[in-house]
């Protein structure tokens, strides 16, 4: 079956630092990937999404390549700020389906 | 503004006591679906609807119930609940158009079963 795995946390980071959080996926079709972050007492949001292979998604400072050979959806940012900090989810749906297959989230700290 | 309203945010009951978290959306979604979330265990959906009067298990649903009479309500039962039910709960919702639909999230709630 499909499945979503991604970097165990915490992450604990300095301000301005590089983020690199992993995430790769299986699955049986081509499904779409996903970036959800949960600040602290929050729902989930959407951060940013991709549909198919060798898409980028983008927002906030945040990128994510579909990357189909490699299966994997790696979030990144380039200089990472105190409120960044937050527990962020990487997730994949597939067209035939609708249920959101998730990772088990990444927990960001970072300090300044 | 789109949102998903979930009550209560905090709920603190007795094992046994039947209690319902409310969900409501403003974006006329077709789909609908409740999660729990709990510690190194990342999110795990308990039922889901795709519309109204059609609901389905999802990975987690024993010892809950869900309803959908009117499309956008999508209430949680706990008939019984039991301290393992202890968790953070949340609802969802997005269109059909397609698997690229965002899907919007409630505040959560926090529940207890003591």
């Known amino acids: 079956g499909n499945s979503v795995t991604q970097m165990e946390g915490p992450v604990t980071l300095s301000e301005e630092a590089f983020l690199t959080i992993n995430c790769t996926y299986t699955a049986t079709g081509y499904p779409s990937l996903f970036w959800y972050v949960q600040y602290p007492g929050e729902g989930l949001q959407l951060l940013l999404k991709?549909?198919?292979a060798d898409d980028k998604g983008s927002n906030k400072g945040f990128e994510a390549t579909y990357r189909k050979e490699t299966t994997s959806f790696h979030l990144e940012k380039g200089s990472v700020q105190v409120s960044d900090s937050a527990v962020y989810f990487c997730a994949l749906r597939e067209d035939s389906n609708y249920q959101l297959i998730w990772g088990a989230g990444t927990k960001l700290i970072i300090k300044p | 503004e789109a949102q998903v309203t979930q009550n209560p945010r905090y709920l603190i009951t007795v094992t046994g006591k039947k209690l319902t978290v409310t969900c409501s959306q403003n974006m006329n979604h077709e789909y609908m679906s409740w999660y729990r979330q709990d510690p190194g265990l990342g999110l795990r959906q308990i039922y889901y609807s795709m519309n109204v009067e059609v609901t389905d298990k999802g990975d987690v649903p024993e010892g809950y119930k869900v309803s959908r009479k009117e499309k956008r309500n999508f209430p949680l039962i706990l008939e019984s609940p039991s301290p393992n039910q202890t968790s953070l709960y949340f609802c969802?919702?997005?269109?059909?158009?397609?698997?690229?639909?965002?899907?919007?999230f409630g505040q959560g709630t926090r529940l207890t079963v003591v």
């Open positions: 991709a549909t198919k």
């Open positions: 969802a919702s997005s269109s059909m158009t397609g698997g690229e639909a965002e899907a919007f």
